[in-house]
Protein backbone atom coordinates (compact mmCIF):
# COMPACT_ATOMS: atom_id res chain seq x y z
CA UNK A 1 0.00 0.00 0.00
CA UNK A 2 1.39 3.42 -1.36
CA UNK A 3 2.54 5.54 2.17
CA UNK A 4 0.23 8.64 1.56
CA UNK A 5 -2.80 5.75 0.77
CA UNK A 6 -1.93 4.65 4.72
CA UNK A 7 -1.68 7.89 6.08
CA UNK A 8 -5.03 8.30 4.85
CA UNK A 9 -6.53 5.41 6.06
CA UNK A 10 -5.39 5.65 9.20
CA UNK A 11 -8.07 7.88 10.41
CA UNK A 12 -10.64 5.74 8.54
CA UNK A 13 -10.83 2.67 10.29
CA UNK A 14 -13.77 1.49 12.33
CA UNK A 15 -13.54 -1.81 13.47
CA UNK A 16 -10.84 -4.31 14.97
CA UNK A 17 -9.94 -5.91 11.58
CA UNK A 18 -9.42 -2.52 9.78
CA UNK A 19 -7.44 -1.63 12.98
CA UNK A 20 -5.51 -4.77 12.85
CA UNK A 21 -4.91 -4.88 8.89
CA UNK A 22 -3.42 -1.16 8.69
CA UNK A 23 -1.75 -1.87 12.17
CA UNK A 24 0.17 -5.02 10.52
CA UNK A 25 0.84 -3.04 7.22
CA UNK A 26 2.62 0.00 9.10
CA UNK A 27 4.64 -2.45 11.14
CA UNK A 28 5.92 -3.92 8.05
CA UNK A 29 6.67 -0.23 6.84
CA UNK A 30 8.31 0.19 9.94
CA UNK A 31 10.56 -2.36 10.69
CA UNK A 32 11.74 -2.20 6.92
CA UNK A 33 12.33 1.89 7.53
CA UNK A 34 13.01 2.54 10.55
CA UNK A 35 16.40 1.30 11.72
CA UNK A 36 16.18 1.48 15.10
CA UNK A 37 13.04 -0.14 15.47
CA UNK A 38 14.31 -3.09 13.11
CA UNK A 39 17.56 -2.96 15.21
CA UNK A 40 15.42 -3.81 18.41
CA UNK A 41 13.78 -6.69 16.48
CA UNK A 42 16.07 -8.78 15.47
CA UNK A 43 18.55 -8.05 18.21
CA UNK A 44 15.56 -9.82 20.15
CA UNK A 45 14.95 -12.09 17.86
CA UNK A 46 11.65 -12.07 16.96
CA UNK A 47 9.97 -13.90 13.83
CA UNK A 48 8.56 -11.56 11.24
CA UNK A 49 6.88 -14.53 9.30
CA UNK A 50 4.42 -15.11 12.63
CA UNK A 51 3.21 -11.99 12.90
CA UNK A 52 -0.15 -11.75 11.78
CA UNK A 53 -1.96 -9.48 14.73
CA UNK A 54 -1.50 -6.45 16.42
CA UNK A 55 -0.65 -8.15 19.79
CA UNK A 56 1.86 -9.71 18.65
CA UNK A 57 3.66 -6.59 17.17
CA UNK A 58 7.11 -6.13 18.99
CA UNK A 59 7.20 -2.40 21.14
CA UNK A 60 9.93 -0.47 21.02
CA UNK A 61 10.47 0.49 24.75
CA UNK A 62 9.94 4.43 25.21
CA UNK A 63 13.73 5.12 26.84
CA UNK A 64 14.46 5.07 23.29
CA UNK A 65 13.18 8.10 22.69
CA UNK A 66 15.59 9.84 24.96
CA UNK A 67 18.86 8.35 23.42
CA UNK A 68 17.79 8.15 19.69
CA UNK A 69 16.15 9.79 16.67
CA UNK A 70 13.59 7.42 16.24
CA UNK A 71 12.51 8.09 12.56
CA UNK A 72 11.22 5.98 9.51
CA UNK A 73 13.22 6.44 6.83
CA UNK A 74 15.55 9.13 6.32
CA UNK A 75 13.09 12.20 5.84
CA UNK A 76 14.66 15.28 7.60
CA UNK A 77 11.93 16.60 10.30
CA UNK A 78 10.69 19.48 10.38
CA UNK A 79 10.42 19.74 13.99
CA UNK A 80 10.68 18.28 17.08
CA UNK A 81 8.79 18.03 20.25
CA UNK A 82 10.04 17.55 23.39
CA UNK A 83 9.11 16.18 27.06
CA UNK A 84 8.77 18.34 30.18
CA UNK A 85 11.02 17.78 33.07
CA UNK A 86 12.72 19.38 35.63
CA UNK A 87 16.26 20.76 35.34
CA UNK A 88 18.98 17.65 34.60
CA UNK A 89 16.68 14.92 33.18
CA UNK A 90 16.85 13.84 30.27
CA UNK A 91 13.73 14.58 28.11
CA UNK A 92 12.54 12.24 25.17
CA UNK A 93 12.28 14.35 21.68
CA UNK A 94 10.04 13.43 18.77
CA UNK A 95 11.14 13.93 15.83
CA UNK A 96 8.01 15.28 13.61
CA UNK A 97 8.38 14.61 9.99
CA UNK A 98 4.75 16.01 8.95
CA UNK A 99 2.99 17.83 11.48
CA UNK A 100 0.09 17.53 9.06
CA UNK A 101 -0.44 14.37 10.58
CA UNK A 102 -0.39 15.68 14.46
CA UNK A 103 -3.07 17.80 13.28
CA UNK A 104 -5.30 15.54 11.92
CA UNK A 105 -5.08 13.38 15.13
CA UNK A 106 -5.41 15.51 17.68
CA UNK A 107 -8.50 17.56 16.00
CA UNK A 108 -9.93 14.42 14.98
CA UNK A 109 -9.74 12.79 18.10
CA UNK A 110 -10.67 15.56 20.11
CA UNK A 111 -14.04 16.13 18.09
CA UNK A 112 -14.72 12.18 18.23
CA UNK A 113 -15.26 12.50 21.86
CA UNK A 114 -16.94 16.34 22.14
CA UNK A 115 -18.04 17.09 19.24
CA UNK A 116 -16.84 20.34 16.70
CA UNK A 117 -14.76 22.38 18.27
CA UNK A 118 -15.57 25.46 16.75
CA UNK A 119 -19.01 25.28 19.77
CA UNK A 120 -15.67 26.05 22.83
CA UNK A 121 -14.63 28.46 23.89
CA UNK A 122 -10.88 27.24 25.13
CA UNK A 123 -9.13 28.46 28.05
CA UNK A 124 -6.21 26.85 28.74
CA UNK A 125 -4.35 27.42 32.27
CA UNK A 126 -0.70 25.60 31.67
CA UNK A 127 1.84 28.11 32.67
CA UNK A 128 4.83 25.40 33.41
CA UNK A 129 4.02 24.25 29.22
CA UNK A 130 4.21 27.42 28.05
CA UNK A 131 7.68 28.09 30.19
CA UNK A 132 9.09 25.27 28.08
CA UNK A 133 9.96 24.96 24.65
CA UNK A 134 8.83 22.49 21.61
CA UNK A 135 5.72 21.13 24.15
CA UNK A 136 3.50 18.81 21.85
CA UNK A 137 0.63 20.05 24.35
CA UNK A 138 0.90 23.40 23.88
CA UNK A 139 1.36 22.60 19.99
CA UNK A 140 -2.07 21.26 20.15
CA UNK A 141 -4.14 23.74 22.86
CA UNK A 142 -2.61 26.63 20.43
CA UNK A 143 -4.42 24.96 17.70
CA UNK A 144 -7.44 24.37 19.14
CA UNK A 145 -7.26 27.78 20.89
CA UNK A 146 -7.34 28.75 16.89
CA UNK A 147 -9.77 26.49 15.96
CA UNK A 148 -12.71 27.32 18.26
CA UNK A 149 -12.70 31.00 16.30
CA UNK A 150 -13.98 32.42 19.53
CA UNK A 151 -12.18 35.81 21.04
CA UNK A 152 -12.25 34.63 24.24
CA UNK A 153 -10.35 31.58 24.15
CA UNK A 154 -6.90 31.65 24.80
CA UNK A 155 -3.79 30.81 27.36
CA UNK A 156 -3.72 32.28 31.42
CA UNK A 157 -0.53 32.26 32.74
CA UNK A 158 -0.38 33.80 36.70
CA UNK A 159 -3.39 35.98 36.60
CA UNK A 160 -5.90 33.83 38.34
CA UNK A 161 -8.41 36.28 39.27
CA UNK A 162 -8.79 37.39 35.71
CA UNK A 163 -9.11 33.93 34.60
CA UNK A 164 -12.04 33.40 37.62
CA UNK A 165 -13.89 36.26 36.13
CA UNK A 166 -13.85 35.50 32.72
CA UNK A 167 -14.83 31.76 33.48
CA UNK A 168 -17.78 33.20 35.47
CA UNK A 169 -18.64 35.55 32.67
CA UNK A 170 -18.96 32.43 30.08
CA UNK A 171 -21.35 31.16 32.42
CA UNK A 172 -23.30 33.83 32.82
CA UNK A 173 -23.59 33.74 28.93
CA UNK A 174 -23.81 30.11 28.56
CA UNK A 175 -21.26 29.50 26.50
CA UNK A 176 -19.82 26.20 26.51
CA UNK A 177 -16.55 26.45 28.07
CA UNK A 178 -13.22 24.24 28.27
CA UNK A 179 -11.08 24.65 30.91
CA UNK A 180 -7.92 23.10 30.16
CA UNK A 181 -5.69 23.02 32.91
CA UNK A 182 -2.47 21.46 34.67
CA UNK A 183 -3.21 20.06 37.95
CA UNK A 184 -1.01 22.11 40.19
CA UNK A 185 -2.87 25.15 38.21
CA UNK A 186 -6.10 24.24 38.76
CA UNK A 187 -5.85 23.51 42.68
CA UNK A 188 -4.36 27.02 42.74
CA UNK A 189 -7.18 28.55 40.73
CA UNK A 190 -9.72 26.21 43.23
CA UNK A 191 -8.16 26.74 46.64
CA UNK A 192 -7.49 31.01 45.80
CA UNK A 193 -10.83 31.78 43.60
CA UNK A 194 -13.27 29.23 43.40
CA UNK A 195 -15.86 29.86 41.09
CA UNK A 196 -19.52 28.62 40.48
CA UNK A 197 -18.92 27.24 36.89
CA UNK A 198 -20.92 23.83 36.31
CA UNK A 199 -21.86 24.35 33.04
CA UNK A 200 -17.64 24.28 32.15
CA UNK A 201 -15.63 20.89 31.27
CA UNK A 202 -12.54 21.35 33.58
CA UNK A 203 -9.55 18.76 31.65
CA UNK A 204 -7.03 18.07 34.43
CA UNK A 205 -3.71 16.94 33.19
CA UNK A 206 0.05 16.83 33.77
CA UNK A 207 0.04 16.28 37.30
CA UNK A 208 1.87 18.40 40.06
CA UNK A 209 5.24 18.93 38.18
CA UNK A 210 6.59 18.95 41.46
CA UNK A 211 5.21 22.05 43.00
CA UNK A 212 2.49 20.84 45.06
CA UNK A 213 2.06 17.37 47.22
CA UNK A 214 1.12 14.36 45.00
CA UNK A 215 -3.00 13.49 45.55
CA UNK A 216 -5.06 10.36 44.50
CA UNK A 217 -6.53 11.08 41.99
CA UNK A 218 -10.75 10.38 43.94
CA UNK A 219 -9.27 13.29 46.66
CA UNK A 220 -7.97 15.98 43.41
CA UNK A 221 -11.55 15.61 41.80
CA UNK A 222 -13.15 16.02 44.97
CA UNK A 223 -11.43 18.95 45.81
CA UNK A 224 -11.89 20.81 42.10
CA UNK A 225 -15.51 19.39 41.98
CA UNK A 226 -16.55 21.62 45.42
CA UNK A 227 -14.59 24.20 44.05
CA UNK A 228 -16.34 24.73 40.28
CA UNK A 229 -19.60 23.27 41.42
CA UNK A 230 -19.09 20.92 38.54
CA UNK A 231 -20.06 17.33 38.79
CA UNK A 232 -17.37 15.46 37.06
CA UNK A 233 -13.19 16.33 36.14
CA UNK A 234 -11.86 15.28 32.45
CA UNK A 235 -8.83 14.07 31.31
CA UNK A 236 -6.44 13.69 29.04
CA UNK A 237 -3.89 10.59 28.44
CA UNK A 238 -1.28 11.98 25.89
CA UNK A 239 2.59 12.24 25.77
CA UNK A 240 5.51 13.78 23.69
CA UNK A 241 6.00 10.26 22.06
CA UNK A 242 2.69 9.92 20.80
CA UNK A 243 0.84 12.43 17.99
CA UNK A 244 -2.61 11.07 19.64
CA UNK A 245 -4.53 11.62 22.76
CA UNK A 246 -7.32 9.55 24.63
CA UNK A 247 -9.61 11.23 26.58
CA UNK A 248 -11.77 10.72 30.22
CA UNK A 249 -15.05 11.92 30.90
CA UNK A 250 -14.78 10.96 34.19
CA UNK A 251 -13.86 8.70 37.20
CA UNK A 252 -10.10 8.22 35.59
CA UNK A 253 -11.73 5.79 32.87
CA UNK A 254 -9.71 6.60 29.43
CA UNK A 255 -11.29 6.26 25.76
CA UNK A 256 -8.75 5.82 22.77
CA UNK A 257 -9.88 7.25 19.24
CA UNK A 258 -10.05 4.36 16.85
CA UNK A 259 -6.36 4.45 15.50
CA UNK A 260 -4.90 3.98 19.12
CA UNK A 261 -4.90 0.59 21.06
CA UNK A 262 -3.85 0.30 24.70
CA UNK A 263 -2.35 -3.48 25.32
CA UNK A 264 -1.19 -4.59 28.87
CA UNK A 265 2.20 -6.58 29.23
CA UNK A 266 3.29 -8.51 32.14
CA UNK A 267 5.56 -6.49 34.28
CA UNK A 268 8.06 -9.10 34.29
CA UNK A 269 8.24 -10.39 30.98
CA UNK A 270 8.02 -7.45 28.74
CA UNK A 271 7.22 -9.63 25.56
CA UNK A 272 3.96 -11.02 26.90
CA UNK A 273 0.33 -9.38 26.72
CA UNK A 274 -2.30 -9.93 29.30
CA UNK A 275 -5.64 -10.40 29.16
CA UNK A 276 -8.21 -7.57 30.10
CA UNK A 277 -8.75 -6.79 34.11
CA UNK A 278 -4.93 -7.60 34.62
CA UNK A 279 -2.69 -4.76 35.86
CA UNK A 280 0.61 -4.36 34.40
CA UNK A 281 2.66 -2.26 31.94
CA UNK A 282 0.92 0.10 29.19
CA UNK A 283 1.33 -0.73 25.69
CA UNK A 284 0.53 1.31 22.98
CA UNK A 285 -0.73 1.32 19.11
CA UNK A 286 -0.58 4.82 18.02
CA UNK A 287 -0.62 4.69 14.25
CA UNK A 288 -0.86 8.58 13.56
CA UNK A 289 3.10 7.75 14.60
CA UNK A 290 3.86 6.07 10.71
CA UNK A 291 6.94 8.17 10.63
CA UNK A 292 8.76 7.43 13.78
CA UNK A 293 7.34 4.32 15.77
CA UNK A 294 3.45 3.45 16.77
CA UNK A 295 4.23 0.63 18.82
CA UNK A 296 5.12 2.00 22.13
CA UNK A 297 6.42 0.19 25.56
CA UNK A 298 5.55 2.70 28.16
CA UNK A 299 6.97 3.27 31.67
CA UNK A 300 2.95 3.66 33.31
CA UNK A 301 1.20 0.69 34.99
CA UNK A 302 -2.61 0.47 34.10
CA UNK A 303 -5.36 -2.25 33.34
CA UNK A 304 -7.87 -2.39 30.33
CA UNK A 305 -11.14 -2.70 31.03
CA UNK A 306 -13.74 -5.04 28.86
CA UNK A 307 -15.66 -2.23 26.74
CA UNK A 308 -12.00 -1.35 25.75
CA UNK A 309 -11.01 1.41 28.11
CA UNK A 310 -8.48 2.02 30.42
CA UNK A 311 -7.02 3.41 33.77
CA UNK A 312 -3.70 4.04 34.80
CA UNK A 313 -2.76 3.32 38.14
CA UNK A 314 1.17 4.48 38.50
CA UNK A 315 3.99 3.89 37.11
CA UNK A 316 7.19 1.28 37.15
CA UNK A 317 9.69 1.92 40.31
CA UNK A 318 12.73 4.96 39.26
CA UNK A 319 11.16 6.30 36.21
CA UNK A 320 11.44 10.03 35.45
CA UNK A 321 7.87 11.85 36.41
CA UNK A 322 6.43 12.23 33.30
CA UNK A 323 3.53 14.74 32.23
CA UNK A 324 0.10 13.81 31.10
CA UNK A 325 -1.74 12.54 34.04
CA UNK A 326 0.20 10.41 35.49
CA UNK A 327 0.29 10.66 39.19
CA UNK A 328 0.39 7.84 41.34
CA UNK A 329 -2.44 6.88 42.56
Not at 10 to 39: C, G, M, S, V
Not at 89 to 113: P, Q, V
Not at 161 to 180: C, V
Not at 198 to 218: Q, V
Request: hydrophobic residues 35%; contains cysteine; aromatic residues 12%.
Amino acid sequence: MHLNTLKNKIFEIQNDTEFNEIALEIFRYQYNNNHIYKQFIDINDFKISEINHYKSIPFLPIEFFKTHKILTSNIIPEMFFESSGTSGMTRSRHFISNIDIYEKSFLKGFEAFYGNIEKYCLIALLPNYQEQKNSSLIYMINKLVAATKNTDSGFYLYNLENLAKKLTELNTKKQQTILFGVTYALLDLAENFPVNIPETIIFETGGMKGRRKEMIREELHKTLKKAFKVNTIHGEYGMTELLSQAYSKENGRFYAPKWMKILIRETNDPFSILDNNKTGGINIIDLANIESCSFIATQDLGIVLKDGSFEISGRFDNSDIRGCNLMHI
